[in-house]
């Protein structure tokens, strides 16, 4: 056998690269999340102190009873500040539906009735404190964002093949809660009568609907499968590539998103060159921990050919060469790759169809009726 031959040393200085790019990016990620940790610190810092701030006022307006009317005085912006908080992470979704299960003195409790508070408001667009069924569709859009954002149910267009079958069904549901007249205005015709419903009509049924859909929620709900193993992240990219339907896909858009996010650091919504390279390293972090995708100097050799290389797949990002790129450009983008990529995997490799907004291919079952 011929012996083995050692390794020349431009070879090595390249696996020495290797080495270190990986490090960098593993130390970029680390600072991302330092820095993303430090923001949600920062976040419930400020709550706490508007929370005090409300309570000394409201201290001084019960002589001193502090409990007379905290939750009527900071609901609505309490529930705002925790949105922000927890549609930042799926895992503390998961602990604030799970909220309702508790009794209704919990915090936990509070936390749902005031995000359900804050929908009805927001959807009261004349203030009259009552919801009539135009206003009732804005409600369920405004309550079901939140959990069609992390798959958790189906958005409208995967819900509903037509618009008058959206309007059909969700008539029904109003009906279904049995809506009150609403009074009439004085020198109103009388066949113009119409219905509401009120805020504790609301209440009830979401808070039931949101306990049934709880108990079926398990622990692992919570979490991201993708960065747990190499066995699911390939199960979650090829779930996720095989339709737009999928909790998987939903997934996939929050990473792919939070990627951007990162990368845009002077928060303007858009990714320059410079910035865009530095985007590809941070989605390409994981598939990379796994082996799903080799290093940047393996793939490139030199600093300089990543960086034309880069360059290339930028134009032709930037058709209208305007020197940026946005987020559904990106999007469309790396989703496209990474379904081509599953081909490798024993898939087809196909990028499915977006839907449109207003209609669906699906037959999913509406959560709301179902």
């Not at 005090?52 to 502090?66: D, F, P, Y």
């Not at 113009?192 to 419903?197: D, F, V, Y």
Request: aromatic share 10%.
């Amino acid at each position: 056998k011929k012996p083995c031959r050692p390794k020349s040393s431009s070879t090595q200085v390249a696996m020495a690269q290797d080495i270190f790019s990986a490090n960098d990016v593993i130390d970029q990620l680390r600072s991302l999340q330092a820095r993303h940790e430090q923001r949600l610190e920062d976040m419930r810092v400020r709550h706490n102190a508007e929370v005090e701030e409300l309570q000394q006022q409201i201290r001084m307006q019960s002589g001193g009873n502090s409990s007379a009317s905290l939750s009527s005085a900071c609901g609505v912006g309490h529930c705002a500040a925790m949105g922000a908080h927890f549609m930042d992470q799926k895992a503390h979704f998961f602990e604030f539906v799970k909220g309702v299960e508790k009794d209704r003195d919990s915090q936990e409790f509070r936390e749902v009735y005031n995000f359900l508070l804050k929908c009805f408001t927001d959807a009261d667009n004349n203030f009259d404190g009552r919801l009539g069924f135009k206003e009732f569709e804005v409600l369920i859009e405004k309550a079901a964002a939140l959990p069609r954002r992390f798959g958790y149910a189906p958005s409208t267009p995967e819900m509903y093949a037509t618009e008058w079958d959206r309007l059909q069904q969700r008539m029904a549901l109003f009906n279904s809660l049995n809506p009150k007249t609403t009074p009439l205005p004085p020198g109103a015709a009388k066949n113009s009568e119409s219905k509401h419903i009120s805020l504790d009509m609301w209440l009830e049924y979401a808070i039931s609907h949101i306990k049934e859909k709880a108990s079926k929620l398990e622990e692992a709900d919570s979490y991201f499968r993708m960065p747990r193993s190499k066995e699911d992240f390939k199960e979650f990219i090829v779930a996720a590539c095989q339709s737009r339907k999928t909790r998987e896909y939903k997934e996939l858009y929050n990473f792919v998103l939070k990627c951007f996010t990162d990368a845009d650091t002077d928060l303007d919504g858009r990714i320059d060159m410079q910035s865009f390279s530095n985007l590809v390293d941070i989605a390409a972090a994981a598939p990379r921990m796994f082996g799903f995708a080799p290093p940047a100097m393996v793939t490139y050799g030199t600093e300089e050919e990543k960086r034309r290389a880069r360059s290339d797949i930028f134009q032709s990002l930037d058709t209208a060469g305007s020197g940026y790129i946005d987020f559904d450009t990106w999007l469309q983008y790396i989703y496209s790759h990474i379904c081509e990529k599953t081909a490798t995997l024993g898939e087809s490799g196909r990028v499915p169809e977006v839907l449109a907004a207003s209609s669906s291919t699906g037959n999913s079952v509406c959560p709301y009726l179902g």
